[in-house]
């Protein structure tokens, strides 16, 4: 064989070589990409994601009290068959307000009562998708009875997987809430923990769409991967998109055990694995998910130096955590003091009169040691039920809630007396 017929050799092997590496890459992208198409379909939204992601149509303001909502599609998110997603369309068929990602709705239902009859509750839900002008999505984990209790399951969450269908009508209170992604070009790491992914999933997708530069890392806690929901879509819109860093956290499975793709990692969530995996960056923190991780990683990530400015979190119930420093997040109101000392709450229509002490926790918790019936439904200042007359005194709030409660009321769940109260009640 003469030398220029070995060139040819080599350089015909290195084309072959080239063909098959591009014709590889390109069915990764196409397979990616199909992936994406059938999970947007499935979900019932233009199939086209990358391009368009969030709908460019009219806003409208946001409407105050209730508006009826149809259900236009209901999908089963996960394995484990306890997520469920509903997406919404108004019945009056007018453009939605645009709302910030990570926002929730709030919601009325007439459900059956134990007693007979039926009875008024509200829960709120956070939006899980992008703002889109014609339609919302949410996301409910059925909630189960605790264990060995003789205690109902959750009445909302099992009344919307067990008897909200296709055209459902329900009554939605206009988005609201504080914690929400700026739209800045900032670095975020969004932490969610089980169910606690649903506003992240609004951030990510809102991100990818009118952000596709900003750099964001998703780190998604579960116990194993038939919890997860939404997995094939991150892991899509991850393959795709560089700046978008996945990470889902399996708790419970076993050292060992194949994992299911090159996104899932053993163990939880915890501040190790942020310190080892992320670089030395300006990052907003957004965290959502259940109390002992709330509990663990808000101060663990200001022992790591990241300021209160930069570490949002919100809990789907009663607040808990308490941050380190009494700092507020800029713009919010400082908190009023809360008594220190023994004060006396007047239940006016109740007829009761007791001293509160600073250990009875909120007017809610204190009105219902007395045996006095509030009426509530997020117990996190979220959705307005608790919400009761001052005839006299002041109340205070560690810090501002979301519902704005009108003038002359307090939300009993978040507040304490600041000075001796008469309320309605
Ligand atoms: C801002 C915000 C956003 C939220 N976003 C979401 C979301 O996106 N997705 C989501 O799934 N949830 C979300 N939630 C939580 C949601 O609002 C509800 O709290 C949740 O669905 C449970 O409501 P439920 O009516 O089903 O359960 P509830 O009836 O309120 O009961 C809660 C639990 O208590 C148990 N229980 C019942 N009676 C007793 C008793 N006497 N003693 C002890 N335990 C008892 C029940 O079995 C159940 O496990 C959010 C909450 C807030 C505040
Ligand atoms: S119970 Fe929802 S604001 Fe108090």
Redesign the pocket.
């Known amino acids: 064989m003469t030398s220029l017929h070995l060139l040819l050799w080599i350089v015909g092997a290195i084309l072959l070589q080239l063909a098959i590496y591009m014709t590889i890459g390109f069915w990764r992208h196409w397979q990616t990409y199909e992936a994406l198409r059938t999970t947007v379909i499935d979900a019932g939204l233009p199939g086209k994601l990358n391009d368009d992601p969030v709908d460019s149509g009219p806003v409208a303001a946001a409407w105050a009290g209730w508006r009826a909502f149809k259900v236009t599609h209901k999908v089963m998110e996960n394995a484990s068959q306890d997520i469920c997603s509903f997406h919404l369309a108004p019945q009056d068929g007018q453009p939605l307000p645009a709302f910030m990602p990570g926002q929730?709705l709030t919601f009325r239902l007439a459900i059956a009562s134990l007693q007979g009859g039926t009875e008024s509750?509200t829960?709120?839900?956070?939006l899980?998708d992008g703002p889109r002008s014609n339609g919302y999505r949410?996301?409910?984990?059925r909630?189960?009875?605790?264990p060995n209790s003789a205690?109902?399951?959750?009445?909302?969450?099992?009344f919307f997987h067990d008897l909200v269908h296709l055209d459902s009508l329900l009554q939605v209170r206009a988005p609201a809430?504080h914690f929400h992604i700026d739209h800045s070009d900032a670095p975020v790491v969004l932490l969610g923990g089980g169910?606690g992914i649903?506003p992240m999933l609004s951030m990510v997708n809102w991100c990818i769409a009118e952000r596709p530069e900003r750099e964001v890392w998703l780190f998604y806690g579960a116990r194993h991967d038939q919890e997860l929901m939404a997995h094939a879509h991150l892991e899509a819109l991850a393959d795709l998109h560089s700046n978008f860093h996945l990470y889902f956290c399996l708790s419970d499975t076993d050292k060992g055990t194949a994992l299911g793709s090159k996104y899932q990692h053993q163990g939880r969530v915890d501040i190790d694995l942020l310190r080892r995996l992320l670089p030395l960056k300006p990052y907003h923190f957004y965290l959502c998910g259940p109390t002992p991780m709330l509990a663990s990683l808000v101060p663990a990530l200001e022992d790591w130096g990241v300021p209160d400015a930069r570490i949002h979190f919100?809990a789907?119930?009663p607040a808990c955590v308490k941050r380190k420093s009494a700092a507020l997040a800029p713009g919010a109101a400082a908190p009023a003091p809360s008594a220190d000392t023994a004060v006396m709450v007047t239940f006016a229509k109740s007829g009761r009169q007791e001293a509160w002490q600073p250990g009875s926790g909120n007017l809610l918790a204190f009105a219902e040691t007395l045996g006095i019936a509030v009426d509530s439904g997020?117990r996190?200042g979220?959705c307005g039920s608790c919400q009761t007359s001052i005839r006299h005194g002041e109340v205070s709030y560690a810090q501002a809630p979301d519902f704005d409660p009108d003038p002359g009321n307090c939300l009993m769940c978040v507040c304490t007396p600041k000075t001796p109260l008469t309320l309605e009640l």
């Open positions: 929730y509750i829960r709120c839900y956070s899980s949410i996301s409910i984990k909630a189960p009875a605790p205690h109902p399951p959750g009445r909302s969450s099992n809430g169910i649903t919100e789907f119930g997020c996190a979220s």
